[in-house]
């Protein structure tokens, strides 16, 4: 197994977010369930669009942020993701390749515009999130480099882009180069409407070539479809080596096949913004991970890299994660500088 | 003279700001005068945006942002100016006019792209543009819908815009169809480089046609070719019927023929980015003035306006002005809820 370049591969939409305050009635309105994430096709972005608020454009995308949080924390991180050659594209592909991380985007083709997400922040800093994909969606196998792939310790997957059927069989195809060449193949649920498309198929890649499943609490229990927690970690524990999930303010649950650990959310200093929250937080788990480190200090870095993107509007970090992670990462004083609200550690035999 | 729908039409260029965290070390290495505005074409952009750090793309303009921030108060504002029919010019268009604000760009053309500001904001606050005018720059007399300057009781010009030469046409357009019509015709000076660029111009105007100048000390200074700020006041008191200069921290004087009013600034609840500070100024100025407000009364709404506008990233406000600027409007309650730093008024023979 030759070395690798980068601690992380990340495939996935790539995406600008038109960020803009919103309120329930506009949801409402719009017949929008409030945290979650809809396709809309381009009439109907621009029929949202024409009728939102004043926005603030910025870079995202689920794997995209999680790439730019593991560049952020001072990991290496490449990502394979589609853009149309035009301006929201340039965008993303600057804002990208200035966080750090290594960007090679597929030539100018004809067909649709450049991705976009309109995104709608309620005064609860819930997001609310509408996605035409465009360009990202035409992503196929021929956008996955071998060598990329095997470039990387991890290739992790955004479960969004199940959607489109090209960039399914791009998925398919990196995960085959990765488990061949002897890496890991890291899978996001993404959103639990996501998982309800997808439930068959996203059950078999978690007992079969995924190595570590993040998913929040919503997305669990859709899996598995049950409305207990427990139940679903039980279930996960048998199919996949190893699964993150997140419960927002409750933390984390690190569930492996003879061990589940429970590390406390980190308070945000402020609660501003949740978009990018869940992509924050798998960003800090594999940077930790890819370090070497033990679960429960990856838990944490993920918990830190979460509560700075809600501190802010906007799925980017803004603060300087290395040094708000210094703490964590030294040898025998993994809390100093960071308080979290519960700590608790339980092994199972 | 019939009645006016709109309280200022404003006239200038339409442009998306693309903000970014940026060092001193940054601007020397690229030979940037801190705190100025320069034109950079589109090579020159495209090099300094591939070196810049990840991004925020926001709504801008100067007079746009003046618009904005009127229609953000309870005035009716409208506003003049050229985009492309590309991204940036869909953000521009969707942003101004979910302000409120009435724009109806031209049909789409053939030619450069939207324009675009490159805005390095260091951690002092201040910011340094690079403009790539694009689009913007082929605004001309054809633009200028007289009804519309007929519609509005202030006319309002960027001084930005006197660089291309079709929009000077479009300048000398609108405030003939404005004096003809018995309407004012204000200007801001907008940068002291741009002053250094049309002083004999920018002379015959405020001696001319300009009936309110807004500029800031070393517009004002540069104008009149004097490093004394008090001389410079003196001169465009005998030249300009009201002149507003702003001192930044150190508030606003107001110049008439007979009259000089100080007004002290209102401090930020904490300073982020000074972008749109001048701006936001005049949209309070006018916004008062053209509700019949006294002058005193104009420069507070100025100074509340700009203190909200430099407490947080980009030139569009954030914050309810309407809820700002409360206590001030009310009759004899003038001071309510606002604490300025300095108020001390001059009233001269």
Chains 1, 2 share one sequence.
């Not at 100018?108 to 005064?123: D, E």
């Not at 409407?193 to 609490?217: Q, S």
């Not at 039980?234 to 649950?253: D, F, I, M, N, Y």
């Not at 992509?279 to 370090?291: K, P, S, V």
Request: aromatic share 6%; net charge negative; glycine share 10%.
């Amino acid at each position: 197994m030759t070395a690798t370049t980068h601690d992380v591969v990340a495939l996935g939409n790539a995406i600008v977010d038109v960020l803009s305050e919103s309120d329930d009635a506009f949801l409402d309105r719009h017949g929008l369930a409030k945290g979650g994430m809809q396709l809309v096709d381009e009439a109907q972005a621009r029929a949202l669009y024409g009728d939102m608020g004043p926005g603030v454009e910025r870079s995202g995308g689920s794997a995209a942020n999680t790439a730019v949080g593991i560049a952020a924390l001072g990991g290496k991180a490449a990502f394979v993701g589609r853009v149309q050659d035009d301006q929201l594209g340039e965008v993303f592909t600057h804002d990208i390749r200035a966080a750090g991380v290594t960007f090679d985007p597929p030539a100018a083709q004809a067909g649709p515009a450049t991705a976009r997400c309109l995104i709608l922040v309620t005064p609860d800093a819930q997001r609310t999130m509408n996605t035409f994909l465009g360009a990202s969606a035409e992503m196929g196998p021929d956008d996955v480099d071998p060598d990329l792939i095997l470039s990387a310790q991890v290739t992790y997957l955004e479960g969004y882009l199940w959607d489109p059927e090209p960039a399914k069989a791009a998925f398919r195809k990196a995960m085959e180069i990765a488990k061949a060449g002897g890496r890991k193949v890291a899978l996001s649920l993404s959103d639990s409407f996501c998982v309800d498309r997808h439930r068959a198929e996203f059950r078999e890649l978690v007992a079969g070539p995924v190595d570590i499943l993040f998913a929040n609490e919503a997305e669990i229990c859709s899996l598995y479809e049950t409305e207990d927690f427990d139940l679903a970690a039980e279930q996960v524990r048998h199919e996949a080596p190893l699964a993150v999930l997140t419960r927002s303010e409750k933390g984390c649950v690190i569930v492996t096949e003879t061990e589940t650990q429970m590390i406390g959310a980190k308070a945000p200093e402020k609660l501003v913004d949740t978009t990018g929250a869940g992509d924050l937080f798998a960003a800090g788990f594999l940077f930790g991970l890819t370090q070497g480190r033990d679960l429960a200090t990856c838990g944490r870095l993920g918990a830190i890299a979460a509560a700075e993107i809600i501190g802010h509007y906007g799925a980017r970090p803004e603060a300087d994660l290395k040094a708000l992670i210094g703490g964590v990462l030294t040898v025998g004083l993994p809390f100093t500088g960071h308080r979290f609200r519960q700590i608790v550690v339980t092994m199972r035999g």
